[in-house]
């Protein structure tokens, strides 16, 4: 069995311009990411190896290409493709969880946020 271990970036914050509404792209919004990374060990761990492993300043580089790159009306949508271009990034990853949270989601109602969550398997 292959050792895994998880990599967690939290509260990744960006200004972007993803929603539905016409509003949504004008005025722009913060979102904020998570993504839990899965990571098969081989040998980065025994051999303290950088290059053998997720290198976090770059997956958050990633992450942040990804959320600023292009508008998408569903946050589901945006959440799906970090995790795939993570993976498509880090062969190492073998799950990826993303989690994007849209505090001023036009909701009529109060509440913190919404949040979606998305798992892609490598």
């Known amino acids: 069995m292959t050792d895994v271990y998880t990599i967690t970036?939290?509260?990744?914050?960006?200004f972007a311009r993803h929603g539905v509404y016409a509003e949504e792209e004008?005025?722009?919004?913060?979102?904020?990411?998570?993504?839990?990374l899965e990571v098969a060990a081989g040998n980065a761990l025994e051999n303290d190896d950088i290059g053998g492993?997720?290198?976090?300043?770059?997956?958050?580089k990633v992450i942040e290409e990804t959320v600023m790159s292009s508008r998408r009306f569903l946050i589901e949508a945006l959440a799906l493709a970090i995790a795939?271009?993570?993976c498509q990034r880090f062969g190492?990853?073998?799950?990826a969880k993303i989690a994007v949270?849209?505090?001023?989601?036009?909701?009529?109602?109060?509440?913190?946020?919404?949040?979606?969550?998305?798992e892609h398997f490598n």
């Not at 970036?9 to 960006?14: E, G, S, T, V």
């Not at 004008?26 to 839990?36: I, K, M, P, S, Y």
């Not at 190492?92 to 799950?95: A, D, E, H, N």
Request: glycine share 6%.
């Open 92 to 95: 190492q990853i073998r799950r």
């Open 84 to 86: 795939k271009e993570l």
């Open 101 to 118: 949270r849209k505090p001023s989601a036009p909701v009529p109602g109060i509440l913190d946020y919404v949040q979606v969550s998305v």
């Open 53 to 60: 492993t997720v290198d976090y300043g770059i997956a958050f």
């Open 26 to 36: 004008f005025l722009g919004q913060r979102f904020f990411v998570d993504a839990e």
């Open 9 to 14: 970036l939290k509260n990744c914050a960006f």
